[in-house]
């Protein structure tokens, strides 16, 4: 029996395209691996460009952008910090270091990131960095005996970047922290299904499961 051209064109397509993404996936996490050396120092400028759309009214401007010394034996110092101007750009300062940089950018409606950087080939250069639309929590806590929520401690964990195509690629995502008040918030989240463990201050404890998406998650947590 034999196969029409269409029928072979259909099947490469659907054995080829899968391996073609994953490749590129991994090209573009490539580009993200510096290995340690002798840094010279120097200024470090980059630019944000934004892939898969915007968060409602996220903006590139005044981002929080930090620069941390990673040095070989691991231990860390931050270099400089600064913001981020209209366009997404920012040019920081840094004292010369044996092993590598990491620029971490949050903010703005942007997912949290981090990208390690390399000067040894690159001073001068602008580096482009990609970031993406964020999940926001918003939780409001009401007690029914009507005693006032003051706040508490919060953990968050998930997973993201799993997909048809890529199933091994997924990472945890792990964050934890304070807040006071009834309201819980959390920016620059990526989207994904969270565990959130939450303990109020005077004993309650509660957990969440969240399909967190793109923009404001809101609920209202009843105690």
Do not use: C
């Not at 400028?45 to 759309?53: K, S, V």
């Not at 903010?107 to 040894?120: H, K």
């Not at 997973?159 to 195509?165: D, L, P």
């Amino acid at each position: 029996m034999s196969l029409s051209p269409r029928l072979i064109l259909v099947a490469l397509v659907l054995l080829v395209l899968p391996a073609a993404v994953t490749a590129l996936f991994l090209a573009r996490q490539a580009r993200w691996a510096v290995a340690p050396g002798a840094q010279p120092g120097g200024r470090i400028t980059g630019r944000l460009a934004p892939i898969g759309g915007v968060a409602g009214d996220a903006s590139l401007e005044n981002l929080a952008v930090e620069i941390v010394g990673v040095a070989r034996d691991g231990s860390t110092h931050t270099e400089s910090s600064g913001l981020t101007n209209a366009s997404g750009r920012f040019e920081l300062e840094v004292q010369p270091l044996d092993g590598h940089y990491e620029a971490r950018i949050e903010g703005g409606g942007w997912q949290t990131i981090n990208v390690p950087i390399s000067l040894v080939d690159g001073l001068g250069k602008e580096l482009l960095i990609p970031v993406r639309p964020a999940a926001r929590i918003e939780l409001t806590f009401v007690r029914r005996s009507g005693v006032p929520v003051r706040g508490g401690e919060w953990s968050l964990d998930g997973e993201v970047g799993r997909s048809w195509f890529s199933a091994w690629s997924g990472r945890l995502f792990e964050r934890r922290g304070t807040f006071t008040g009834p309201d819980l918030v959390v920016d620059g989240l990526s989207p994904m299904r969270a565990h959130v463990v939450i303990r109020l201050d005077g004993g309650d404890r509660t957990e969440l499961v969240m399909d967190l998406v793109v923009g404001p998650n809101r609920h209202t947590v009843d105690l």
